[in-house]
């Protein structure tokens, strides 16, 4: 399996180190813009195959070198400086995906290629890489609130005394400010959330869940004023999804993709396999989430639409 990075940035590399330490691709090849950064890049972790997995780990001067790549990851363009919003970098970043998609087209096999993208505001970029691949919904596929439901997680898990891995919770909707935390459908093991919290004598009022959700909003605002970007998180979370596609897991995550009948793409629960999305499913919501997911769709559409 041959992936291809396209940015090689501090997302970028840290990706780029996580698909490795995997051993699940043969070979990597790395583009940026910036051609001395992405020879840096390759060089050092290619350095590394000594010590683990023996990946063939490339810097591309020209798109021609991605050939063969099965899966090409999108992590180029303008990141968040503190106090920026995602939506901040809109028109940059438009204007980035713009130039990278159809020179990744023109070097890629357009009936097999998955493309992830990762470079933010996500969902509207998922449109714009969809629109301009010509790709099938399903192959375009942007890691949308798996990063933000991963948080949810975890900041869940601290609260109950449970490992994450057996909180089962999503965050819906936008990869961004307008996110929607889905408490109706999150269960712990198989048991709903509330009837947890009443077995285990827990109390989860709505201060504690507004200050939870407050938390998942803030936590990457938070990360870029302490060291400047985000890595780790975005990075496990590609690397999460890669393996679910070259493995054809069939797991469950909140990618996001376009709904060619809305032409929106958002993020909901999906089932991802080798083909990239099987099934887009929709969880329960209470009144109120189903109102947010719906306001949050309407903010995509209307920053898709300003382009
Ligand atoms: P960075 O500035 O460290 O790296 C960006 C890289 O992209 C640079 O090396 C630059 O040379 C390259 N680049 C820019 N335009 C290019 C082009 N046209 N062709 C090829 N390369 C180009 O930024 P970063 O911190 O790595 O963030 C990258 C993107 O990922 C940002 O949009 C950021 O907001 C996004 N991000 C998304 C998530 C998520 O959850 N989806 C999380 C973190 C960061």
């Not at 020209?62 to 090409?72: F, T």
């Not at 970043?93 to 990744?104: C, E, L, S």
């Not at 048991?191 to 507004?210: E, G, V």
């Amino acid at each position: 399996m041959k992936v291809a990075i396209i940015g090689v940035g501090s997302v970028g590399a840290a990706v780029a180190t996580a698909i490795k330490s995997t051993g699940l691709v043969h070979e990597m090849v790395l583009f940026d813009r910036d051609g001395v950064r992405a020879r840096a890049a390759a060089a050092d972790l290619g350095h590394a195959a000594v010590f683990s997995f023996d990946v063939k780990i490339t810097a591309a001067s020209n798109y021609r070198e991605i050939k063969g790549s099965e899966i090409v990851v999108i992590a180029a363009g303008a990141n968040q400086k503190p106090g920026q919003t995602r939506t901040d970098l809109l028109a940059a970043n438009a204007n980035v995906i713009a130039d990278i998609i159809p020179r990744v087209m023109a070097n890629v096999d357009p009936k097999k290629v998955k493309i992830i993208v990762v470079t933010n505001p996500l969902d509207v970029m998922v449109m714009l890489a969809r629109d301009l691949s010509g790709l099938p919904t399903e192959r375009v596929i942007g890691t949308g609130t798996m990063l933000d439901s991963a948080r949810l997680r975890t900041i869940l898990a601290r609260q109950l005394d449970v490992s994450p891995m057996s909180i089962n919770a999503y965050v819906l909707g936008e990869h961004g400010d307008s996110s929607v935390v889905n408490w109706e459908s999150a269960t712990v093991g198989a048991i709903p959330l509330n009837d947890f919290c009443r077995t285990m004598k827990l109390s989860l009022p709505q201060t504690t869940r507004k200050t939870i959700e407050h938390r998942v909003h803030n936590a990457a605002y938070e990360i870029i004023q302490g060291r400047g970007a985000t890595w780790d998180g975005i990075a496990a979370a590609v690397n999460d999804l890669l393996r679910c596609i070259i493995n054809d897991e069939k797991r469950i995550l909140t990618v996001s993709t376009c709904n060619p009948k809305k032409n929106l793409a958002m993020s909901l629960p999906t089932i991802v396999g080798e083909n990239g999305v099987v099934r887009v499913l929709m969880p329960k919501l209470s009144a109120a989430e189903s109102e947010a997911l719906r306001a949050s769709g309407r903010t995509i559409y209307r920053n898709y639409k300003s382009l």
